[in-house]
């Protein structure tokens, strides 16, 4: 990544944070605990017509190399 994306995903970060101050919370209160293996990921999208989808994922050893990647700050 080079400077100018680095500092326009900051400030896209920054407005998110803004919109939605509890979901952002709770996104850096996870990335601070940690997940470890055996942790369960489970993830429930309404879309705007009420359709519900869901999924989930126990979290394998092999899955915390990229997790940990993509909950750094």
Not at 29 to 55: C, F, L, P, R
């Amino acid at each position: 990544m080079d400077l100018g994306m680095l500092l326009s995903f900051k400030k896209k970060w920054e407005e998110f944070t803004a919109r939605h101050p509890k979901f952002a919370a709770f996104i850096t209160d996870v990335a601070g605990k940690g997940i470890d293996e055996g942790s369960v990921i489970d993830i429930t999208i309404t879309m705007s017509d009420g359709k519900v989808y869901q999924s989930n994922m126990r979290v394998a050893e092999e899955d915390l190399e990229l997790i940990r990647g993509l909950m750094k700050k």
